[in-house]
């Protein structure tokens, strides 16, 4: 039996108050960059709102508009969602200070495999926060501004309009990680590729089922949400395929 490299190989070991120093620094230079992104898009916070909400505003009756309850939303919302849209473009520098402070510490073939998940990641993420915009919200907006009742005004309020949006950025952007989890799995070791393909009756299942909960109740967003979800879980096991062959090689030695 081989002895397992060791972590960070040819870096010293550095002592704890060093790696909370490091920390500090790496967490100061995100803040920082969040910041600058924040400031150069302040200016522009309104208008980056209107085109947030043209999913909505293109479906709602000609005599609705949107509103504002709080007394401070008209102003305080848009520069919510410019600060939003500052830490989502930045998500990139973040994740690389992330890597820089806890690669010291991995294994070799623990680096190898890391940076291109933490990569893959936020585009998958970004394609989920895509697809949500462009898909499923000018679905949902058709959907429930034409089933409102005779008589009701359709109405939202600017700063609930935000949050809903989000949360939908959210689920979508994490729900779009299933070939991430899927390689991680069978990387780690704590399944199998086999198993994982045994299991694609159960994984469509609760794709259609993520899709009801996510989705206006029609077939159409449903199978817009779990068929992607589907096609992603299928690309993680086609590229799963080279990192089983290491967990079983690490296995063996």
Known sequence: MTAPPEPGSGDREMPFIEHLIELRSRLLKSIAVVLLAFAGLAPFADRIYTYLAGPLLRHLPESSTMIAIDVASPFLTPFKLA????????LPFTLYQVWAFIAPGLYRHEKRLLLPLLFFSTVLFYAGAAFAYFVVLPLVFQFMTATAPEGVAVMTDIAR???FVLTLFFAFGVAFQVPIVTIV?????????????RARPYVIVAAFVIGMLLTPPDVISQTLLALPMWLLYELGLLFSRPFARAAESRQTT
């Open 83 to 90: 600060l939003v849209v500052a830490i989502f473009l930045t």
């Open 161 to 163: 309009y935000l949050d």
């Open 185 to 197: 799995l069978v990387w780690s070791g704590l399944t199998t590729r086999e198993k994982l393909a």
